[in-house]
């Protein structure tokens, strides 16, 4: 018999055949015990190993439980992670959106500066040449003020020697006076007798009185009697003859006010500015020869003088009808102004 059914052996007797059948048996027997060991083993390795994969798959679960909790802590982290990484997001726009504003806002607070620095610029450019022009015309005022003290000093050394002259004219007919005085004292009583002596009135010649620079001006009037008429005409002659430096002096300063008013509208100031600064060179003008002329005659007077007679030539002129308007400023009525003129 085989594992596929009993096997029948032709041609054998009985008894071998009850023989093979018991060996038959046995090994079948055997083979069934080896077959139930194996089993056996089998099963107890199947539990062994149903065990191990039960103890495996609790590991397992504990890991996936592990693996998930790990899983759910790095979702909440990434999650985490994500929000954070919005906020930066946002963060980092808002940063760029600032910087973007800040890099206008300097960029505009440089365009000013730039701006203002060229205005300053071309303000000091014009500045410099407002002060070279100023250097200029202070370098013609000194010129002018040598010149005029030169021609001060001229007329001044001609006044003392016209004054000299006049002194001693003075002092001659003084003595003549004092000379006709004594012979007429002298004369006797009796109106008949005129054999008298003739009368000498040959005036003695007296050195004229020194004239000290620090003591004050002469006048023709302390040294000329009122009963000797020709050294008054001399005198007379000699003041018209003689130049007048002060109304030449005053002329140069109205001249240079003119130059920088010519100089201020060839700048482009407004003409309000213009007038005042016009107002100003004639006030200081005016103190100039007050000072100048002090102790000797009336500074104003002489600068209203000619200025007056600088209005009337120049009336019809743009510079006459401003210098109108700051002579009006400068006197402070406009009724000075007409008087002036």
Same mark, same amino acid.
């Given at each position: 018999?085989?594992?596929?059914?009993?096997?029948?052996?032709?041609?054998?007797?009985?008894?071998?055949?009850?023989?093979?059948?018991?060996?038959?048996?046995?090994?079948?027997?055997?083979?069934?015990?080896?077959?139930?060991?194996?089993?056996?083993?089998?099963?107890?390795?199947?539990?062994?190993?149903?065990?191990?994969?039960?103890?495996?798959?609790?590991?397992?679960?504990?890991?996936?439980?592990?693996?998930?909790?790990?899983?759910?802590?790095?979702?909440?982290?990434?999650?985490?992670?994500?929000?954070?990484?919005?906020?930066?997001?946002?963060?980092?726009?808002?940063?760029?959106?600032?910087?973007?504003?800040?890099?206008?806002?300097?960029?505009?607070?440089?365009?000013?500066?730039?701006?203002?620095?060229?205005?300053?610029?071309?303000?000091?450019?014009?500045?410099?040449?407002?002060?070279?022009?100023?250097?200029?015309?202070?370098?013609?005022?000194? &010129? *002018? #003020?040598?010149?005029?003290?030169?021609?001060? $000093?001229?007329? %001044?050394? @001609? =006044?003392?020697?016209?004054? !000299? /002259?006049?002194?001693?004219?003075?002092?001659?007919?003084?003595?003549?006076?004092?000379?006709?005085?004594?012979?007429?004292?002298?004369?006797?009583?009796?109106?008949?007798?005129?054999?008298?002596?003739?009368?000498?009135?040959?005036?003695?010649?007296?050195?004229?009185?020194?004239?000290?620079?620090?003591?004050?001006?002469?006048?023709?009037?302390?040294?000329?009697?009122?009963?000797?008429?020709?050294?008054?005409?001399?005198?007379? &002659? *000699? #003041?018209?003859?003689?130049?007048?430096?002060? $109304?030449?002096? %005053?002329? @140069? =300063?109205?001249?240079?006010? !003119? /130059?920088?008013?010519?100089?201020?509208?060839?700048?482009?100031?407004?003409?309000?500015?213009?007038?005042?600064?016009?107002?100003?060179?004639?006030?200081?003008?005016?103190?100039?020869?007050?000072?100048?002329?002090?102790?000797?005659?009336?500074?104003?007077?002489?600068?209203?003088?000619?200025?007056?007679?600088?209005?009337?030539?120049?009336?019809?002129?743009?510079?006459?009808?401003?210098?109108?308007?700051?002579?009006?400023?400068?006197?402070?009525?406009?009724?000075?102004?007409?008087?002036?003129?």
């Amino acid at each position: 018999m085989t594992s596929n059914g009993p096997m029948y052996v032709v041609g054998r007797e009985p008894s071998t055949r009850r023989d093979y059948a018991g060996e038959e048996k046995q090994r079948l027997r055997s083979i069934v015990d080896q077959l139930t060991a194996a089993v056996a083993d089998t099963e107890a390795d199947v539990e062994k190993a149903r065990a191990e994969a039960t103890a495996e798959i609790a590991q397992l679960r504990r890991t996936t439980s592990e693996v998930e909790a790990l899983l759910a802590a790095e979702r909440e982290t990434t999650a985490s992670l994500r929000d954070q990484l919005a906020a930066a997001e946002q963060q980092r726009l808002s940063a760029e959106s600032a910087r973007d504003e800040a890099v206008h806002k300097q960029q505009d607070i440089t365009d000013d500066y730039e701006s203002r620095l060229r205005e300053a610029c071309q303000e000091r450019d014009a500045e410099r040449a407002n002060v070279a022009a100023r250097d200029q015309t202070i370098a013609q005022l000194e &010129a *002018a #003020s040598v010149s005029d003290r030169e021609r001060h $000093d001229a007329a %001044v050394a @001609q =006044l003392r020697q016209q004054l !000299e /002259q006049l002194t001693s004219e003075a002092l001659r007919w003084s003595s003549v006076v004092q000379a006709v005085e004594r012979v007429l004292a002298a004369q006797p009583a009796d109106e008949g007798d005129r054999s008298g002596s003739a009368i000498n009135v040959t005036p003695p010649l007296e050195p004229p009185t020194p004239v000290d620079e620090d003591d004050e001006p002469l006048h023709l009037n302390d040294l000329v009697p009122a009963s000797s008429p020709p050294p008054v005409a001399d005198a007379a &002659a *000699a #003041s018209a003859a003689l130049p007048d430096p002060i $109304d030449t002096y %005053v002329r @140069q =300063l109205l001249g240079t006010a !003119e /130059q920088m008013y010519e100089m201020d509208r060839d700048a482009g100031r407004p003409a309000v500015e213009i007038v005042d600064r016009l107002v100003a060179h004639l006030r200081y003008a005016r103190d100039l020869v007050v000072r100048r002329v002090v102790g000797t005659a009336d500074g104003n007077a002489v600068f209203r003088r000619v200025l007056s007679a600088l209005l009337n030539e120049r009336s019809e002129q743009e510079f006459g009808r401003n210098l109108a308007s700051a002579v009006s400023d400068l006197y402070g009525d406009s009724k000075n102004a007409e008087k002036l003129a």
